[in-house]
């Protein structure tokens, strides 16, 4: 299984949160997503992820995502 952990920015209440898990889980091969608010970071877990999928997922909703 792979393992992601982004840092996201442009994160302001839990509707934002809820945006970019929602936007993560569409990304093929995604299993399971812990969007965390206050420290403003995802963890993406699941099986032949592409960064660069998950990392464009989050940028379509409208906020700023990099690899940690």
């Not at 898990?21 to 032949?48: N, Y």
């Amino acid at each position: 299984m792979d393992k992601l952990l982004i840092n996201i920015s442009g994160m302001a209440c839990d509707h934002c949160r809820q945006r970019v898990e929602k936007a993560i889980k569409t990304v093929p091969g995604v299993s399971e997503v812990e969007v965390d608010l206050r420290r403003g970071t995802a963890r993406v877990a699941g099986r032949d992820l592409l960064p660069t999928d998950v990392l464009a997922a989050i940028s379509a909703a409208g906020y700023t995502a990099t690899l940690m």
